[in-house]
């Protein structure tokens, strides 16, 4: 059985404790071993009211003994704790000068934890750097769900259960909560990135994890086309009451120049909506207006549309004032409904907390992004491809064919027209 006590050792009038830690082993053979704590005291003070435990009746000194005790208990505790851990023939000077070292140092736990919901955290710290906003609000959104999958199932889903079956099993939880095929798609998807970081980061995965795709389900590309634009952009505005809210016309009209400025220049609100005069520079007649791109950091020279240069002059060469993105989402489709874009598709509608599939008029799904879809829709097939990219900023032909829903079909069509 081991014993913790303490000694007083400087030569000095005030000076730190050491520790003593005493044990004897199976053999009967006696240990003491030594180290220095943190404990700070005086000599007379520690000899008068520590060993002698002489009363007094002074609060300061009362309470100093008390700190003093709680520190030698806090310390004793831990040592004689970590004692019982390890054979005795691992206890020596070196074993307690670290074990007395990590009690004021203590260690912090960098185990990564293995089960799905807990990594999701671990994952979005390792990635705090890299990661916007929207994009941790979106992985938080999937750990809840996840959380909440994982009640349904009465089971932890650990990162080596992500295999095919729990692919499955995913899927028709989502069908129970009538989710769309699309949502499920991509929620997976994102489940998948976050296994396969854990992957990189050494841990064990499903080897079925790579191969595990559930392939999106085509749905109509939503844009404006050039005449649909015209016509926004000839709508004589009105206030107008929407969802319970007021739209007044100054509004709207700002609204309506932000659609034409994306819609000829292909950017992402985050981009355009920051626009000033001061980035824009002329060259050979030509103006171009320079910014980084606020989610790939690039740094982008884009050349100015007769139409946003119409725009600047209407308004004293000067942008439109800013909007909030749920506020411009909703000018819109009040702008659309003013300019009668009332052609009956198949698209996604946020109701609530979902996106619900179905037939609407084509004013209800117009959102933020519709200008920089439309941008890339109208002029695919006239603006080379490679060109189109840069400007909309994607990574790859094929994420970009995505975007504007272009099928083999459709790809193939377009090269016949070049052989004619």
């Not at 050979?284 to 100015?304: A, R, S």
């Amino acid at each position: 059985m081991a014993t913790v006590n303490f000694l007083y050792r400087s030569n000095k009038p005030e000076g730190k404790l050491t520790l003593r830690l005493l044990f004897r082993d199976e053999e009967k053979t006696d240990y003491v071993f030594a180290g220095n704590t943190k404990i700070e005291v005086s000599k007379e003070y520690w000899y008068k009211y520590i060993i002698k435990n002489t009363k007094t009746s002074d609060i300061k000194i009362a309470n100093l003994k008390i700190e003093v005790k709680t520190k030698m208990t806090d310390i004793s505790n831990f040592i004689l704790n970590e004692f019982k851990k390890y054979p005795e023939t691992d206890i020596d000077k070196k074993w307690l000068s670290t074990q007395i070292d990590n009690f004021y140092n203590p260690k912090k736990d960098n185990t990564i934890p293995t089960d799905l919901v807990s990594f999701f955290d671990y994952f979005l710290e390792y990635r705090k750097n890299e990661l916007e906003p929207p994009s941790v609000m979106k992985y938080k959104t999937i750990q809840g769900k996840l959380k909440d999958f994982q009640t349904y199932r009465k089971q932890t889903i650990y990162l080596t259960d992500v295999n095919e079956a729990f692919m499955n099993e995913f899927i028709d939880y989502y069908k129970l909560l009538d989710h769309q095929h699309n949502t499920w798609q991509k929620e997976f998807a994102f489940i998948k990135t976050v296994c396969k970081k854990a992957k990189f980061l050494g841990l064990e995965v499903s080897h079925q994890l790579e191969a595990l795709t559930i392939k999106p389900k085509k749905v109509e590309s939503i844009y404006l086309t050039i005449e649909e634009l015209e016509k926004i952009n000839n709508t004589i505005l009105a206030d107008e009451n929407f969802e319970g809210k007021l739209y007044k016309i100054k509004d709207l009209e700002t609204a309506k120049d932000w659609l034409i400025i994306s819609a000829y220049c292909g950017q992402r609100v985050s981009d355009f909506m920051r626009f000033k005069t001061k980035m824009i520079r002329t060259e050979n007649d030509q103006m171009f207006i320079e910014f980084t791109q606020k989610k790939t950091d690039k740094l982008m020279t884009v050349p100015l549309h007769t139409k946003i240069i119409e725009i600047l002059n209407k308004r004293n060469f000067s942008f439109p004032d800013m909007l909030q993105d749920q506020d411009y989402n909703k000018l819109l489709k009040v702008l659309c409904k003013q300019a009668k874009i009332e052609n009956i598709i198949n698209g996604g509608k946020q109701i609530g907390q979902r996106k619900v599939y179905n037939d609407y008029k084509k004013y209800e799904l117009v959102t933020s992004h519709i200008g920089r879809r439309s941008f890339a829709s109208n002029n695919y097939g006239i603006i080379p491809t490679s060109y189109l990219i840069y400007i909309t900023g994607h990574s790859s032909e094929a994420m970009f064919l995505n975007y504007i829903g272009k099928s083999n079909k459709d790809i193939a069509i377009e090269v016949a027209k070049y052989f004619k």
